[in-house]
Antibody, heavy 119, light 110 residues
Framework: EVQLVQSGAEVKKPGESLTISCKASGYSFTTYWITWVRQMPGKGLEWMGRIDPSDSYTNYNPSFQGRVTISADKSIDTAYLQWSSLKASDTAMYYC????????????WGQGTMVTVSS | QSVLTQPPSASGTPGQRVTISCSGSTSNIRSNSVNWYQQVPGTAPKLLIY???QRPSGVPDRFSGSKSGTSASLAISGLQSEDEADYYC???????????FGSGTEVTVL
């Protein structure tokens, strides 16, 4: 079964760093890109960026460029989303998804990781 | 303000047909494939339609997608209670150089 399993919920303080993970199974990890999507409480979906796990090439939504880092470790079939200094406005649910190219569709989704940033 | 515009809500009784519109521009919908996602509250989104009108394996044929020019639409025929969810259209935008989602439409089964 093709799956993406994300790490658990996090509660952090402003200014702290954080890395959340997305582990793939059931398919060849380097064959498909991985993407990250943010959903703020009660809001819609926002595309953050994508990574090609075969060579770690990344594209970012300009709105998130410089705020987060997307990476991947193909030796353990895992992608990451990282913050160096969290803000309260980073409070959201974060989803990873497998990117099916073309047509740039997200065909398999992780269960989501809730990140809460509060002092 | 979303780049792709959807109505905030739609509703119907069981068995009815509901249509959701998605309005974009030449740099997104006209130029690229439109995908649709279904998100039942409290769960992760699910791919419903890809490449404008293709259904992934396991998606009922009650769901259909179409595209014309700078607009796309999702139709749900034979509406069922389990179709209550939020629906998002999405496409790559060549001008913004990013993937864009619609604002989402909440479907209610009356």
């Amino acid at each position: 079964e093709v799956q993406l399993v994300q790490s658990g919920a996090e509660v952090k303080k402003p200014g702290e760093s954080l890395t959340i993970s997305c582990k793939a199974s059931g398919y060849s990890f380097t064959t498909y890109w991985i993407t990250w999507v943010r959903q703020m409480p009660g809001k819609g979906l926002e595309w953050m960026g994508r990574i090609d796990p075969s060579d770690s090439y990344t594209n970012y939504n300009p709105s998130f460029q410089g705020r987060v880092t997307i990476s991947a470790d193909k030796s353990i079939d895992t992608a990451y989303l990282q913050w160096s200094s969290l803000k309260a406005s980073d409070t959201a649910m974060y989803y990873c998804a497998r990117l099916y190219l073309p047509p740039h569709a997200f065909d398999v989704w992780g269960q989501g990781t809730m990140v809460t940033v509060s002092s | 303000q979303s780049v792709l515009t959807q109505p905030p809500s739609a509703s119907g009784t069981p068995g009815q047909r509901v249509t959701i519109s998605c309005s974009g521009s030449t740099s997104n919908i006209r130029s690229n494939s439109v995908n649709w996602y279904q998100q039942v509250p409290g769960t992760a989104p699910k791919l419903l339609i890809y490449s404008n009108n293709q259904r992934p394996s396991g998606v009922p044929d009650r769901f259909s997608g179409s595209k014309s020019g700078t607009s796309a639409s999702l139709a749900i025929s034979g509406l069922q209670s389990e179709d209550e969810a939020d629906y998002y259209c999405a496409a790559w935008d060549d001008s913004l150089d990013r993937y864009v989602f619609g604002s989402g439409t909440e479907v209610t089964v009356l």
